[in-house]
């Protein structure tokens, strides 16, 4: 499973700015997804922003007030000779030759660059320009509780549907049966979702199940704790395998977690990767050896090319290409010096 967080997005467009011409005069975002990249890049870069629909009907977005920004939006979309077109990820295409051919058809003049921030390859007929390769499966934080991956995703519930209940109000009595009734939403989805796995306790189903209803969301199965008590489950610490238990023998291929600790403990005990929603990063059972680090081991000439202009220290370039940033950092505790007593 490949998965890119925001922070790995805004990370491709920084590496991948010297790509682009340096006289960029307008970049253009295609709605939705789009305008998040092409918002990360108008900022970084202070180049106006605008989306399609209003660039076709002539307007752009207002902005602050730098000199330079001011100077640039006082012209007229006619002056413009260079325009970036950008979305965040291209796949089949067709969200691209639509913006296209409605482009041709508005008679636009000047100059138009076509880009992805990420592509399933590294060239694409439909764009001039794909910043990184990203290859099936793939998944983004920007789409991840909208995927067609959670028909066959398991997903924790407290933290990823909804807020954790608070100290006071996880008393396994009154306060924690509010708290199932009124729970905070926190990520929606779209979606039906395979299977809820959760440690919440089986006699609390009732009322998970009437806030699931309320919230409108569809589900497979859920998988309870079956323990007579909150305190009973802190006694056993089991939160983590019997999650990891459930997942290994389905055929799920992801479990959504909400704890970096526990997606560590689901991903090694399960053999199957899990997106903590806490850290926003894959947890691989062995990432050393995982089908990443090899497609990253692909991507390396690619990457080091990218980064080239923005550090010059390929060695720690290299290694972390490899293993990609959660392992590196990960690797990079393990083995820093320890102080001395």
């Not at 396994?172 to 919440?200: C, M, N, Q």
Request: with cysteine.
């Amino acid at each position: 499973m490949n998965y890119r967080s925001l922070a790995d997005l805004n990370d491709a467009i920084i590496t991948n700015l010297h790509r682009l011409p340096s006289d960029i005069d307008l970049v253009v975002g295609i709605p939705r997804s789009g305008l998040l990249a092409a918002n990360l890049l108008s900022l970084v870069s202070n180049i106006p922003l605008t989306d399609l629909d209003s660039f076709l009907e002539g307007r752009i977005y207002s902005s602050g007030t730098s000199t330079k920004r001011t100077q640039r939006l006082d012209r007229s979309l006619s002056d413009m000779r260079r325009i970036l077109i950008l979305d965040d990820s291209i796949k089949s295409g067709d969200a691209m030759r639509r913006a296209r051919a409605r482009i041709t058809e508005a008679g636009v003049k000047g100059e138009i660059i076509f880009a992805a921030v990420y592509g399933l390859k590294i060239t694409h007929p439909d764009v001039d320009i794909i910043f990184e390769q990203v290859s099936n499966p793939r998944i983004f934080q920007w789409n991840f509780m909208h995927h067609i991956v959670l028909d066959q995703a398991c997903v924790d519930i407290d933290g990823v549907l909804c807020v954790d209940p608070t100290k006071q109000e996880n008393d396994d009595g009154e306060a924690y049966r509010r708290f199932l009734s009124e729970a905070v939403p926190l990520h929606t989805t779209s979606r039906k979702i395979g299977w809820l796995v959760t440690s919440r306790l089986e006699k609390y189903r009732d009322l998970t199940e009437a806030w699931l209803k309320s919230r409108g969301i569809e589900y497979g199965e859920l998988i309870m704790l079956n323990l007579p008590s909150a305190e009973e489950r802190r006694r056993q610490g089991v939160h983590g395998s019997f999650k990891a238990d459930f997942y290994r023998k389905t055929e799920s291929t992801l479990f959504i977690e909400s704890e970096e600790r526990q997606a560590d403990i689901i991903a090694r005990l399960s053999g199957k990767p899990v997106l903590c929603v806490e850290t926003h990063q894959i947890h691989l059972p062995n990432p050393l050896s995982s089908a990443a680090v090899q497609q990253n081991i692909r991507n390396l000439p690619n990457r080091l090319r990218q980064r080239k202009h923005s550090t010059g220290n390929h060695w720690k370039v290299m290694v972390r290409g490899i293993l990609g940033d959660r392992t590196y950092q990960t690797l990079k505790k393990l083995i820093r010096p320890q102080p001395k007593s």
